[in-house]
């Protein structure tokens, strides 16, 4: 395999922690500032906890599935057609499946849980609606939610607020330069975005810009631009021809749908694998540094719950701080 494949393949590994940590920060950090969001108003926490959760779930139900095919075929044909994107992918192949179940499976739980109802036939009907009910209930709030939002964002990277350019939009229109959409599939899922973030240049330094329809879009968004900005460490090494294919052949738009089914467990082992005294952010920012396939094999550890995970992961972040 050549260097400019191995580049590739790990940046279709740091993609998927990216979304993972996308993914994961939906379903988790309402819960996070909860007493602040009950502040504003009580409905908004059971609001954002039940989106949360079509979020993720509209993979296997609803007008998803019809546009995108169903996931287990996708990830079967992961290991067997040549064609499929991951093929030969040593993570994405093997583990994407087995991570995207798990997902379902611990989202239909806390459905029953909470009492919601996802019937495959009303499930796109009530997405919209409920979207419409969470964004009429922040109106009056909207100041208070980007700043909780990059409070938030914070809490999780421990970076400061003024590297954040954040705001909660009435409607979401995406600059045609923001994704490659150069095939049907990737247009069609431009059109349903409803959050985006990327790093940019402000005077001499980095920033997250990231816009959301709700808050919860717009926290999601800032917490993927900054793992976005953290992985920045793993191009850095690489001449401008190498770069450019390699974020052409791992940067597509139809590709995040699969990356975030499967990535928040992806990122939720990590978060377990940490090592105490390390921060999410330092463990990051040195796998992104790693070899691929340094990267897999730890990435490997971290998704099999291996004991030598943890070790692992703190004799890099050691190794690295040297």
Not at 64 to 92: E, I
Not at 99 to 116: D, F, I, M, P, V
Not at 223 to 233: D, F, N, R, S
Request: glycine share 6%.
């Amino acid at each position: 395999m050549s260097d400019e494949q191995l580049e590739i393949q790990k940046r279709l590994t740091l993609n998927w922690l990216i979304q993972g940590a996308s993914q994961h920060a939906g379903l988790t950090l309402h819960h996070l500032v909860r007493e602040e969001l009950n502040a504003l108003d009580k409905e908004l926490l059971p609001h954002y906890d039940e989106f949360a959760l079509i979020v993720l779930l509209q993979y296997w139900r609803g007008l998803s599935v019809l546009f995108m095919g169903r996931p287990q075929r996708f990830w079967d044909r992961a290991l067997s057609d040549p064609a499929h994107p991951f093929f030969g992918h040593p993570l994405l192949s093997t583990y994407g499946g087995m991570l995207a179940e798990t997902s379902k499976q611990h989202a239909l739980n806390r459905c029953r849980e909470k009492g919601y109802s996802m019937l495959p036939f009303l499930f796109s009907v009530r997405a919209l609606t409920l979207v419409k009910r969470i964004r009429s209930r922040e109106v009056p709030f909207r100041p208070q939610l980007v700043g909780l939002a990059k409070r938030t964002a914070v809490a999780v990277w421990g970076i400061p607020t003024e590297r954040f350019d954040a705001e909660l939009s009435k409607e979401m229109p995406i600059p045609a330069n923001q994704f490659q959409a150069d095939n049907f599939k990737a247009q069609h899922l431009r059109s349903c975005v409803i959050g985006y973030s990327h790093v940019a240049r402000k005077e001499r330094q980095l920033i997250v810009s990231a816009k959301g329809i709700t808050w919860q879009m717009l926290t999601k968004e800032l917490v993927k631009g900054t793992a976005e900005l953290i992985c920045l460490h793993g191009l850095a090494q690489l001449q401008d021809r190498t770069y450019r294919h390699v974020i052409e052949a791992a940067d597509r738009l139809e590709f995040e749908p699969w990356l975030l089914q499967s990535g928040g467990e992806l990122w939720r082992r990590l978060l377990a694998a940490l090592p105490d005294d390390s921060s999410i952010a330092h463990v990051l920012m040195h796998l992104a540094r790693l070899p691929a396939e340094e990267l897999q094999s730890i990435i490997a550890d971290v998704i099999e719950e291996s004991e030598s995970a943890s070790r692992r992961l703190a004799d890099l972040v050691q190794c690295g701080e040297r």
